[in-house]
């Protein structure tokens, strides 16, 4: 089956920065879309970043221009650069992405586990 691990979080001062970064493997035809969202206790889960597989971006209003999402076709990733980080962005990531499987005929979602990202003033 499709499987998304994330990485890279932790903790960190506000005004740093974090990497984050998602592999997915398993029967994979193609991905079309991949992002990150992430979720606090008591509050709906929300888009963080979006990138389709030409590379354009969509970015939740709180996070433009300090977070930047990437991704490897060729690798199956997804990297979530956060930059100028507030105790606001603490939450847990969750890695999202949009699958077609080896013989599938259509897309399905996956997410991943989660990592969490905590973020000390």
């Known amino acids: 089956q499709v499987q998304l691990v994330e990485s890279g979080g932790g903790l960190v001062q506000a005004g740093g920065s974090l990497r984050l970064s998602c592999a997915a493997s398993g029967s994979i035809f193609s991905i079309s879309h991949m992002g990150w969202y992430r979720q606090v206790p008591g509050k709906e889960r929300e888009l963080v970043a979006d990138i389709d597989k030409r590379g354009r971006t969509e970015y939740g209003d709180s996070v433009k221009g300090r977070f930047t999402v990437s991704r490897d076709n060729a690798k199956n990733t997804v990297d979530l650069q956060m930059n100028s980080l507030n105790v606001e962005d603490t939450a847990v990531y969750y890695c999202?992405?949009?699958?077609?499987?080896?013989?599938?005929?259509?897309?399905?979602?996956?997410w991943g586990q989660g990592t969490q990202v905590t973020v000390s003033s």
């Open positions: 999202n992405a949009d699958i077609l499987q080896d013989r599938g005929r259509g897309y399905l979602g996956y």
